[in-house]
């Protein structure tokens, strides 16, 4: 009982953090129908981000004579999400922007070879080895559940709440602004949403920012809680992050983070209850099922033309 | 009388077929103007053109003095131009105020609330369905959608392509009674349809499109019984 408890809890966490990623994911192709194979890339790149901010800062606090985890994190995650929203704006630019008219298929070669880019940029830039930043949030809740218990750390706590906050802003705006609103009209039907007046080129930007700020999120919390990583880990997250867009309903924003949370259990719920070991083949037999039983997703909307 | 927009020469090519011949007309301020013509004869791509898509391939497209040929959509979209297209290109997710709300890109947030009750006073069958998702709506209503989304951004000019395609006669009727009204207010409206009688007998003047070319051009009553035009597009009686 309190494996499936405590297995249940990591899940929560793991989902929230892949239901972050899938979201870059699901906005831009719902707004350009093309996989952006870089986006875990840029989730891997937002790790040596918070690494160098929390670097940064620390030593400016010192330097400044005071110690406090608030401040750290917070400036992290501040900094970590703008400069890897600057990366999302950036990598559409160049990688994208130029080939908005050609085929299907040069666009997801530019963003397979955006992917490699970014892997050996870091690499070259900050060392093959693996990286990590120090423990900065320690201690954790513990529950009595029968003979055993369940241990949920504070670092998990803070994951949960930043994640979902992360993704409750996100519905809002997409939702409720103006902003939101055009950008759901571009992916409705970008002709007509510049006949309107819309820049659809600056709306389609934003998404990729938008994005590119969602995996920084993920970035920063897994980082924080983990402490390794190195420049070849965007590949694995990202393909998951895929799977639970794909899972939820590939174009559909709540789909993400249903897909994401649905992955993040399931697969935690495997590990614990069957085996570790094969949790990564376990992920991926699921979206293999999704695709074969109901290809459109969970929440996602068959292709059916309407005249 | 100034003029509001002028074509002046303009061709368009789609690859190797060209789809506009040396188009020049001009519409002037408080004008309803309308440009009948058969299915495939260049009605649609001329009025997109306006916004670039297709780009001319010659010619100008000159509008209050500025030629806007080159221009993006959304520069267009922003000057006083609203179109209500071909096929009517509501967005089929967002509710019916959501999709007003788009109509006031060009314009901002300021009389939003204003004009969309002024947009429920002409299309009431709009407020009932408020809140509904625009898809589930009858090819009419998401017609008057079309509309008053164009209207929501309080054009100069507005332009119309084929409001009557696909409709019942009695909602036709309907919605050419609402352009009267629209029309009585002083609007600017270039009208592109292939129901020639309903068009002519609202407009001031009149074009007549074929293959690409102007053919024809007159004040909607002349042309409304010019014999050769009842021959082609009112049925001969």
Known sequence: ?307 | MTTLMQFKDVDVHYGPIQALKKVSLTIDEGEIVTLIGANGAGKSTLLMSIFGQPRISSGEIIYRGEDISQKSAHYVASNGLAQSPEGRRIFPSMSVEENLLMGTIPIGMEHAEKDMQRMFEMFPRLLERRNQRASTMSGGEQQMLAIARALMSRPKLLLLDEPSLGLAPIIVKQIFQILKDVASTGMTIFLVEQNANHALKLANRGYVMVNGEIKMTGTGAELLVNPEVREAYLGGH
């Open chain 1, 1 to 307: 009982m309190d494996i499936v408890l405590q297995q249940l809890v990591n899940g929560l966490t793991l989902g929230s953090v892949y239901g972050l990623i899938a979201i870059g994911y699901t906005m831009v192709y719902g707004i350009i129908g093309m996989i952006n194979f870089a986006h875990g890339d840029v989730y891997m790149v937002s790790s040596y981000i918070t690494a160098i901010a929390i670097a940064l800062i620390s030593a400016l606090l010192t330097f400044l004579g005071f110690e406090s985890f608030l401040v750290v994190i917070i400036g992290t995650l501040f900094l970590t999400i703008v400069v890897t929203g600057a990366y999302g704006w950036v990598i559409e630019r160049v990688a994208y922007r130029p080939l908005r008219n050609s085929s299907r298929l040069a666009v997801l070669i530019s963003a397979i070879g955006m992917s490699l880019i970014l892997q050996n940029y870091v690499q070259l830039s900050q060392g093959a080895n693996q990286q990590g930043v120090p423990t900065m949030l320690t201690g954790a809740l513990r529950f009595h559940v029968g003979d055993g218990f369940v241990q949920i750390t504070y670092m998990k706590v803070f994951i949960l709440i930043a994640a979902f906050a992360g993704m409750g802003i996100l519905t809002y705006v997409i939702q409720k602004t103006k902003l939101g609103r055009m950008c759901r009209a571009t992916q409705q039907d970008r002709k007509m949403a510049s006949i309107l007046g819309i820049d659809t080129d600056k709306i389609i930007s934003t998404v990729f920012v938008i994005g590119a700020t969602m995996a920084a999120l993920a970035g920063v919390l897994i980082t924080l809680d983990y402490g390794a990583f190195d420049f070849y880990i965007g590949f694995i997250i990202g393909i998951k992050a895929f799977t639970a867009a794909v899972l939820g309903g590939i174009g559909s924003l709540p789909g993400a983070m249903l897909g994401g949370l649905i992955l993040g259990l399931s697969e935690a719920l495997f590990a614990g209850l069957i085996s570790s070991d094969y949790k990564d083949v376990f992920s991926f037999s699921l979206l293999v099922l999704i695709l074969i039983i109901r290809p459109s997703g969970l929440l996602g909307k068959p292709e059916v033309e309407k005249v």
